[in-house]
């Protein structure tokens, strides 16, 4: 899952949290709404530099507005990078176009559900409740789920509020509630998502890049990266892109990669139709490390 996101933001996100040490805020564009308050800031922004959330006009976020289901699952399938063009047909009978392809999405993942067999909603307001089940099962925060104070914890949303109250991501509304039935308002939906993302969300960082053969790229990464990725896990969330003299760009493909003990170094093996022989361009890694190759053949002057 986060894969896809990471591919569909790799050449602005991962630049601006590669300079940025994960503050997005700190290099994002900034955003024109006047009722948005320094703790939604950083998460509005973030979500406004992708283009990934609207404001309820030009110069309003609507931060102090309940929201509505449609539009949290429009926000959460684009952000996930889901495919709203294409997912099968949920059934639910009371989609309109704007919200349908992304609720589909989300559906076909196994993320949202309706309110009745048929029907999703979409006018109805998101209770905190739904919210704590829709960041749940989008990041898989299970493995950090812990008992509660919360009284009101109870029924189909306990296991997703104690995987929230496990992780640190949000709090209760009081010591004792979690306000499991009260509807979200837009900013703390912005925020709850922004939260989720930056805990969950591992990213490896290429500091340096060299091209060994056609077929072999190294990646030394910034920092050792966690145990609970595999090589191949590691690999795939970095997006390597190739650009050839003519016009023309390429994803680079791998088929096998090998980790270096101390887990800081990362060799790619590209595929047979991502061979850089008998080419030359330039590569890029996340947008970034830009590399130069030559595999041409040699000319052989003739006399």
Excluded: C, W
């Excluded at 896809?4 to 805020?25: E, G, N, Q």
């Excluded at 704590?132 to 950090?144: D, G």
């Excluded at 591992?202 to 990725?229: C, D, G, H, R, V």
């Amino acid at each position: 899952m986060f894969t896809s996101i990471k591919k569909l933001l790799a050449t602005s996100l991962v630049a601006i949290l590669a300079v940025s040490a994960i503050v997005p805020s700190a290099s994002a564009a900034e955003h024109q709404f006047t009722d948005v308050n320094p703790s939604y800031d950083e998460a509005v922004s973030f979500f406004y530099e992708y283009e990934l959330i609207k404001g309820t006009t030009t110069t309003t976020f609507g931060t102090d507005l309940n929201i509505k289901r449609g539009d949290a699952a429009v926000i959460l399938a684009n952000t996930l990078g889901l495919d709203v063009e294409g997912a099968p047909s949920a059934g639910f009978k009371d989609l309109n176009p704007r919200v349908k392809g992304a609720v589909d999405a989300l559906a076909d993942a196994g993320i949202i559900s309706g309110v009745t067999k048929d029907t999703f909603g979409p006018d109805q307001l998101l209770s905190r409740g739904a919210m704590a089940k829709l960041m749940n099962l989008s990041f898989e925060l299970e493995e950090y789920a812990e008992p509660t104070p919360f009284t009101d914890a109870v029924g189909v949303f306990t296991p997703h509020i104690e995987a929230l109250y496990g992780s640190g991501i949000t709090n209760g509304k009081t010591a004792t509630t979690f306000g499991t039935n009260d509807p979200i308002k837009r900013g703390e939906f912005a925020n709850l998502l922004y939260n989720t993302i930056m805990f969950s969300f591992y990213m490896p960082f290429a500091e340096s890049a060299e091209i060994l053969t056609p077929t072999t790229i190294e990646i030394k990464m910034e920092e050792a990266a966690p145990e609970q990725y595999s090589v191949t896990d590691l690999a795939e969330m970095f997006y390597i892109e190739a650009f050839f003299p003519n016009g023309s760009v390429k994803d680079l493909q791998f088929v096998g990669t090998s980790l270096s003990e101390d887990r800081t170094t990362l060799v790619v093996e590209l595929s047979a139709d991502s061979s850089l022989a008998g080419k030359k361009g330039k590569i890029e890694i996340d947008g970034m490390n830009e590399l130069t190759f030559d595999f041409t053949a040699p000319v052989v002057e003739t006399k």
